[in-house]
Nanobody, 117 residues
Framework: QVQLVESGGGLVQPGGSLRLSCAAS????????MAWYRQAPGKQRELVAK???????TYAESVKGRFTISRDNAKNMMSLQMNSLKPEDTGVYYC???????????WGQGTQVTVSS
């Protein structure tokens, strides 16, 4: 399996911003729909945002207007700009495919985002 490496998490105060990055190996990245997921403590992993190979985006209602997903197919990179962060955005953030995640790319370690004053 090809690999994914997430980075960019950290501790931020409510209202702050963070930018997450996802680096992918393999040549298939540019043709698959990719997504960001998050898992809060004690909760199931949920899809936060997804982006098609051509750049069409979809967001969960809870992050719409605050988060922006983007990708650079030439660099096999994907990003998630997170603004106006709230405590409920706290969790481990992962990137993977939007369809059957974990089957094409093994799940990475994720990156921890903590929103707290």
């Amino acid at each position: 399996q090809v690999q994914l490496v997430e980075s960019g998490g950290g501790l931020v105060q409510p209202g702050g911003s963070l930018r997450l990055s996802c680096a992918a190996s393999g040549s298939i990245f540019s043709i698959v729909i990719m997504a960001w997921y998050r898992q809060a403590p004690g909760k199931q992993r949920e899809l936060v945002a997804k982006i098609s190979s051509s750049g069409s985006t979809t967001y969960a209602e809870s992050v719409k207007g605050r988060f922006t997903i983007s990708r650079d197919n030439a660099k096999n990179m994907m990003s998630l700009q997170m603004n106006s962060l709230k405590p409920e955005d706290t969790g481990v953030y992962y990137c993977n495919t939007a369809v059957t995640p974990g089957s094409l790319y093994r799940w990475g370690q994720g990156t921890q985002v903590t929103v707290s004053s």
